[in-house]
């Protein structure tokens, strides 16, 4: 969000720059210029008046700076590569938490006369929330794998599919595995007085920060459709 700071640097940015297009110091016309964290000025967008000369070096100067924040985008987008993995590590860590605590609880509550752990629909849903974080945690450890080669200055090409698909794929297994982690608890799951409604909500966020699912699947695609 714009605050106030921003808006009056706007607001004084622009009335001098309408001051010196009025006044004939401005060379050029086209739309409003700020300056960037570096302390240059970035350039007009639009270019209609001037010498040809004037012209030729505002276009230089355009080109230089779009080519120097498309580097920048490129290096932070690069860095998501590696940091998306550790969102996956952590949903690893909650869903794991979960799945102890809920297998712990089922051998212990009893009903009908037994442990529910021994039911059958009990001992599916158990077998389901394993299966789920252990294909998670071996694609995390992929992704970790390829983001540790490309760390060392080696070239991998699915790096990004693999940190996207491995951020995506825990994230999503924690979530389902806290939700079924409360289901077993039954009423206790969802009161403050057991930890797995915590790692529920803690395993909601892996799947905001760091991109979206969604995002992380849109990424997934552009790189299956390159």
């Known amino acids: 969000m714009e605050t106030g700071y921003q808006r009056g640097r706007i607001q004084d940015e622009s009335m001098r720059y309408e001051q010196r297009k009025h ?23 639009v270019l209609a008046g001037g010498t040809e000369e004037e012209k030729t070096s505002q276009l230089a100067r355009l080109r230089g700076f779009q080519r120097r924040h498309r580097d920048e985008a490129n ?21 794991q938490g979960a799945l102890d605590y809920a297998a712990g609880y089922v051998r212990q509550r009893s009903q009908f006369g037994r442990a529910i752990g021994e039911f059958q629909g009990v001992q599916f ?7 789920k974080l252990e294909a998670a945690r071996q694609l995390t450890y992929h992704a970790a794998a ?3 080669r490309a760390m060392r200055g080696d070239k991998v090409s699915r790096l990004t599919f693999a940190s996207a ?12 595995i806290t939700t079924d982690a409360v289901q077993l608890l039954g009423g ?33 695609a552009r790189q299956l459709l390159k």
């Open 146 to 148: 390829l983001s540790e």
């Open 75 to 95: 290096q932070a987008l690069a860095t998501l590569d590696h940091t998306r993995i550790t969102i996956a590590a952590q949903a690893l860590g909650i869903a």
């Open 23 to 45: 006044d004939g110091s401005l060379p050029v016309i086209g739309v409003n210029t700020f300056r960037n964290p570096a302390g240059d000025q970035a350039p007009p967008a």
């Open 188 to 220: 206790y799951g969802y009161v403050r007085d057991y930890p797995v409604e915590r790692m529920m909500r803690d395993a909601k966020i892996t799947q905001i920060y760091e991109g979206t699912n969604q995002i992380q699947r849109l990424v997934m």
């Open 125 to 131: 849903m158990l077998a389901d929330m394993a299966m």
């Open 165 to 176: 698909a491995a951020k995506c794929f825990a994230s999503d297994a924690a979530m389902a």
